[in-house]
């Protein structure tokens, strides 16, 4: 039996369609939203309302591209959360909608797991037990993964996200939003070594990356009064060194998870994953015994494809999601 299976993701700015069939990716379409720049960050109201003007085309093109009929599939996937609330409801009544019309199951995914599972697109493929870094704008974890849907969580942060602070200080240094990946770029011709900033030292696996973004703050209040122009004649180093130190905290406690658990499969997943330093420390500590995997770029950021993974394991094992629809959401069905 061929298993077909449209995956849908709306948790945040991207709206996402993907089909995947015995768990090979055909087609992951994904839109993002630019209009939030403008506001310096994601704004609810305006991404839920982007999510019920694309989604009808998203699911089009991605069925269309995978060449499947919907009348062909078997099971529709779509990310319960976490996520934004309005953005998650748009996708979630769609794909009640589609089912409840089409009379196909459902499958709810969590995002962070589907972010772990993507590595199961392609080759290399990590083997059980293995540790996940899963660094995003909304979360950071280390995750143990026992089996495809046997996930234990040994730490996370207890306060910002990683991400959430790489874009936090990049609009404290003058970027646009979202700059994180500013950073990155600015960092490439950079000295690390040429600024210092403290890193939170919190026992265990937890992370905590409010107190840098503070340190940041008054570090540059300090400067700019000294010289109007400091940030700007010094952006490359004080990208290097920003990015220096936040890698390296998430580096300390993945270390110390791999020392304790004795676990030497390591894999590192979500957005913040497309980070090049962060990459390059990883391959380097395949030096040191690890076997590393790093998903690519497509697959890092929020995509359909990593959803349409997961639902293919829980179909496997029979998970299949409850059906309560609205109205709305099944007159949607009939424009695709």
């Known amino acids: 039996m061929t298993i077909n299976i449209l995956a849908i993701e709306s948790s945040c700015d991207e709206t996402s369609a993907a089909v995947v069939v015995d768990g090979r990716v055909l087609s992951n379409s994904i839109l993002s939203q630019d209009i939030h720049k403008i506001y310096g960050g994601v704004v609810p109201e305006l991404a839920s309302r982007a999510h019920q003007r694309h989604i009808i085309t998203m699911v089009d093109l991605a069925l269309r591209e995978a060449g499947i009929h919907k009348r062909d599939l078997n099971a529709i996937a779509f990310t319960q959360g976490p996520g934004l609330m309005g953005a998650l409801l748009v996708g979630v009544s769609f794909a009640k909608g589609f089912s409840l019309a089409t009379d196909i199951p459902l499958i709810s995914v969590n995002h962070m797991q589907a972010h772990i ?54 609009k404290l240094l003058g970027f646009p939003y979202p700059g994180g990946h500013l950073i990155d770029q600015y960092a490439r011709r950079g000295d690390p070594s040429r600024f210092t900033f403290p890193k939170s030292e919190i026992p265990g696996f937890d992370f905590s990356f ?34 220096n130190t936040l890698i390296g905290m998430l580096f300390d406690k993945l270390t110390l998870a791999v020392k304790q658990t004795g676990i030497r499969e390591v894999a590192i997943a979500g957005g913040v994953a497309a980070n090049s330093l962060l990459r390059e420390r990883i391959q380097t500590k395949q030096k ?49």
Not at 130 to 137: D, P
Not at 216 to 221: G, I, N, P, S, W
Not at 235 to 242: K, P, Y
Not at 299 to 321: E, Q, S, V, W
């Open 117 to 170: 599972l993507a590595h199961f697109i392609e080759d290399p493929r990590p083997s059980f037990p293995f540790l996940c870094l899963t660094v995003s704008g909304g979360h950071t974890q280390i995750v143990r993964v026992n089996d495809y849907l046997d996930m234990e969580i040994l730490g996370q942060t207890r306060d910002d996200a990683v991400g959430e602070a790489f874009d936090k200080i990049a």
């Open 210 to 243: 409010s107190g840098i973004k503070t340190a940041v703050l008054y570090f540059l209040r300090t400067e700019l009064k000294k010289e109007k122009d400091f940030i700007n004649k010094n952006i490359e180093n004080l990208c290097a060194s920003i990015e």
């Open 288 to 336: 040191s015994g690890w076997h590393t995997y790093i998903p690519e770029f497509e697959y890092c950021t929020d995509n359909a494809a990593m959803i349409g993974i997961a639902g293919y394991f829980k179909f496997l094992r029979g998970d299949f999601a409850d059906l309560t629809v609205t109205p709305e959401a099944r007159l949607q069905l009939d424009r695709i």
